[in-house]
């Protein structure tokens, strides 16, 4: 009967709040696992490629390193507009959660990208150097050398990237994509419903710290070992 009274005051019903967690956490681990898969080729090209790197070359790490500025620089609203087409190629359609899921790697891949370039590049040289000295092969350097070198702070930057990506969640009502974030727009914002509003808030919240937490800790394991 409490949680009756509770949803009531709220506007909406159970079953509107448990969907609309659903579609961000739906948006969030699909879209998250694209754009790390995405972000961490082209942080790997980026690394290889600058100079001084193991695959120097200029003219790859130029283009790469433009595309992810570029990127980068459009604000996701506008990205979310401007891709449209795009949307429409891929999955059919321009409206709902999975059509949003496009927008959203395009938005978090690059972004992703240059957290993961740093912290490749905090990895000791020295390392990279032994590896080389001993015969190991590009593939193998990042296999067993890199990639397990800088697996800590690779887990906080795709915490952070989780984050941002959250937040970008909220905004993908645009295209009809629903989570948390439409749920405060649509029925908080242009309603004027104070607490339903506040309640997202505080979903966003405990989201994020739940997030930030388990990233620390498989950080902090990571680093370890």
Not at 27 to 53: D, H, Q, T, Y
Not at 106 to 117: N, V
Request: with cysteine; hydrophobic share 55%.
């Amino acid at each position: 009967m409490m949680m009756d009274a509770f949803f009531k005051s709220l506007d909406v019903t159970q079953s509107q709040l448990i969907d609309c967690a659903n579609q961000t956490l739906y948006m969030v681990f699909v879209s998250l696992v694209l754009g790390s898969l995405i972000g961490i080729v082209l942080a790997l090209i980026l690394v290889l490629s600058r100079k001084g790197g193991i695959k120097e070359n200029k003219y790859v790490f130029f283009i790469v390193n433009t595309f992810i500025n570029i990127v980068r620089s459009i604000p996701f609203i506008i990205l979310l507009v401007f891709i449209l087409p795009v949307t429409r190629a891929i999955v059919g359609t321009r409206i709902g959660t999975t059509a949003a899921l496009v927008p959203l790697t395009f938005f978090i891949a690059p972004y992703l990208a240059r957290l993961f370039e740093n912290s490749l590049l905090e990895v000791n040289h020295g390392i990279i150097e032994a590896a080389k000295a001993m015969g190991a092969t590009t593939f193998q350097i990042i296999i067993h050398f890199w990639l397990p070198e800088a697996k800590g702070s690779l887990i906080l930057s795709t915490t952070i990237g989780t984050i941002g990506l959250l937040g970008a969640t909220a905004m993908a009502g645009v295209i009809g994509g629903g989570g948390v974030g439409d749920l405060a727009l649509t029925y908080g914002y242009q309603r004027m419903n104070f607490p339903l509003m506040l309640f997202t808030v505080i979903v966003l919240i405990v989201f994020v710290q739940i997030i930030q937490s388990i990233g620390n800790y498989f950080a902090a394991k990571a680093r370890k070992h």
